[in-house]
């Protein structure tokens, strides 16, 4: 048995409850939207012949970066999240990997990123704008971006050399949470989050997300069609 109850929400959104089979969990949503038959954070769907780019392409490394064509690099950007070390290893992948491009349009893969911290999302910032005042950066994003990852995303489509491409990212951008603690309701019933960051620049953006310049079809693989978009095909 599986229990959900849909009410539309803002644009496009659904408001979403959720309870797991097990009854192990409860989640309610404002965010969930419903792309291609399949529902963009639960996953689920129905017909499993149709096929689905949404997502970005699974890997073991967080934080790469490869050559597509002779002028045209691909870099995923999984994670700004701090935990796991991750700031020290996104940051070396930084400095390392900039000033050793060699090509005119990088791809910058921020798909499914739920954003994390400003220790990574700043010298990736810094570095995108250094690199972007002679090369072509696109910046693929997806219902599943969010925060830090919204925030690149549109600092990058206000470059004059960049390009926002896929699906409207999550749009829970205008807020953010680094020291908050977690705050429980009763024995372990419910708990939550406050925010303590608050980022007043973007509130145009919260609950509706960053829009795309080029809206990408989910039955083509996302990165082959920002190749055709940049070879002009």
């Known amino acids: 048995m599986q ?14 409850s959720f309870i797991k089979s097990d009854f192990s969990l409860f989640a309610s949503s404002r965010a969930e939207r419903v792309v291609n038959g399949r529902f963009v954070f639960y996953g689920i769907y129905k017909d499993k012949t149709q096929p689905y780019h949404y997502n970005a392409p699974k890997s073991d490394s967080l934080f790469y970066y490869k050559p597509l064509r002779d002028n045209i690099g691909y870099m995923r950007i999984a994670t700004f999240s701090w935990k796991n070390n991750n700031v020290a290893v996104a940051n070396k992948f930084i400095e390392d990997t900039f000033p050793n491009l060699e090509v005119d349009h990088l791809i910058i893969d921020l798909r499914n990123n739920g954003g994390g911290t400003d220790q990574i999302g700043k010298p990736l910032r810094k570095a995108i704008k250094k690199y972007g005042k ?31 491409l896929g699906d409207r990212s999550m749009g829970v951008i205008a807020y953010g949470l680094n020291y908050g603690e977690k705050i429980t309701i009763g024995k372990d019933c419910f708990s939550f989050y406050l925010s303590d960051l608050k980022f007043n620049e973007f509130f145009e953006f919260e609950s509706r997300g960053v829009s795309v310049d080029v809206r990408l079809k989910n039955d083509e693989n996302w990165i082959d069609q920002t190749i055709k978009f940049i070879e002009g095909s």
Do not use: C, M, W
């Open 134 to 164: 002679q090369h072509n950066i696109y910046v693929l994003v997806n219902g599943k971006s969010g925060s830090n990852a919204e925030q690149t995303t549109h600092f990058i489509g206000e470059l004059k050399n960049g390009t926002v």
């Open 3 to 16: 229990f959900f109850e849909l009410i539309p929400a803002l644009g496009d959104k659904f408001r979403i």
